[in-house]
Every structure is written in structure tokens, then in C-alpha cells.
């Protein structure tokens, strides 16, 4: 299950584990204009661990989900 909600500043993407116990906490993703940020609280730590990707680690991720094992470079369109 995920909910999207759009905020003043970055669409907040929270993805909540269904699958079987031990679930794992939920993973918010704050989408901002310059940058998405990931962060999950471990309860290890009692803190929340963050992770901040620029948009183009974030186009490279998202390409790389849908890809075999290998090394691969995106052609990018000059802006």
C-alpha cells in the first residue's frame, strides 16, 4: 500500500510494508524541485536514517529498476 500527498514545497510518496512479519517500517519519499529525499526509521537506532538523491540518481534509479545486471549510462537530452 502507498499514499501520495501533495504539500506546499514536495509531493510526500509513503510506501507501507503488507508483505509478511516482520514488516519492515514504513519509506517516505519527499519529491522536491531540486532533490528527492528517502527516509525509514530504524528502530536499531531509535532515529530516522535519510538519504538524499539528485533528480539524476533518482532518473538513473528509477531506469535501473527495469534493467538486467550490467553497467549502463543514460543519454541525457541537453536542456
Known amino acids: 500500500m502507498f499514499s501520495i500527498e501533495h504539500e506546499f514545497d514536495a509531493t510526500v510518496v509513503t510506501l ?3 508483505g509478511r512479519a516482520p514488516l519492515g517500517e514504513d519509506v517516505i519519499i519527499h519529491l522536491f524541485e531540486d532533490c528527492i529525499t528517502i527516509e525509514q526509521y530504524d528502530p536499531r537506532s531509535d532515529s530516522t536514517q535519510k538519504i538524499t538523491l539528485s ?8 531506469a ?3 534493467l ?3 553497467v549502463y549510462m543514460l543519454k ?3 536542456d
Open 64 to 66: 535501473a529498476l527495469d
Open 68 to 70: 538486467p545486471e550490467g
Open 16 to 18: 507501507v510494508d503488507e
Open 76 to 78: 541525457r537530452n541537453a
Open 55 to 62: 533528480n539524476t540518481q533518482a532518473q538513473d534509479l528509477a
